[in-house]
């Protein structure tokens, strides 16, 4: 995807590593042979698909429909994989911070996992922050300008004008929701904040929750309240901070919300 505007350090900066995980060969106890692939129309059977179009076209039914069941055949649509070799992709997306902070992109804090997982995949230098959290994850995850899919503005802040609404309609597929029609196994963990505000009630509507972009779990945070999946928790403690004397990284927020007592 293309992401086109220019860099700013003063806000959000993103990390995106695609990192090739899976090297496409199975590894097999001793002695032991691996399976057949299961036969086309069998409930277990999968394919991989060119990804040109998605969601992919209705597969065709292979089966034989007639007059009783013993004379007919039946036939399952079989489940989208990714291709053999396919790698992992690790998104990660850091908030107030510059090229400048982690050892990956040159920065004086060392930071030797994101190394390792850069070392074996690819780094985009390239990424056009907005310098505010909602705008810049919503380009991020989408490939597209922000204000094009309803973030010119965070999330609490959004006004009933097109580009400022905080909704990222289904036209404007997320990586997630391409990935998962791909076949991928998708999760998101971590800040959101691209849920409207007037959406993150425990009632929904979910389709603006990561759960409802095509991750396939999810545990994250709408503004100051976590949750996981489509149900939300209460942590046990409230804040929490990491600090070094180059950095700090907070989440905490001014009241972590409750639950109410059973009567």
Partial sequence: MRLRSRMMLLGVTVIAVAASLLTGRAVYPAGAQPQAAPPP???????????AQLPPLPQKF????????????????????????????????????GYGVPSTF??????????????????????????????????????????SVGFGVIAEQATGYPGYDSIITKDKATIGKI????????????????????????????????????????????????????????????????RSSATRVSTSSPRWPTRPSAT
């Fill in 106 to 147: 040159g920065g004086v804090i060392p930071t030797p996992a994101l190394d390792r997982i850069a070392a074996n995949g690819l780094r985009y230098t390239n990424f056009n922050s907005t310098a505010l959290c909602s705008p810049t994850r919503a380009a991020l995850i989408t490939g597209r300008n922000h204000h």
């Fill in 179 to 242: 990935l998962k029609d791909n076949g991928y196994r998708t999760s998101w963990f971590g800040k959101n904040h691209n849920t409207p505000a007037f959406q993150a009630s425990a009632s929904g509507p979910f389709d603006q929750w990561p759960i409802g972009m095509a991750s396939s779990t999810s545990t994250a945070s709408w503004g100051a309240t976590p949750a996981s999946g489509s149900r939300r928790t209460s942590p046990a403690i409230p804040r929490t901070s990491i």
């Fill in 41 to 51: 129309g069998s409930p277990a059977a999968a394919t991989s698909i060119d990804g």
């Fill in 62 to 97: 292979g089966g034989v429909i007639k007059r009783n069941a013993a004379e007919s055949k039946p036939y399952w649509p079989a489940r989208v994989e990714p291709r053999k070799g396919a790698p992992n992709i690790l998104l990660i997306m850091t908030d107030d911070s």
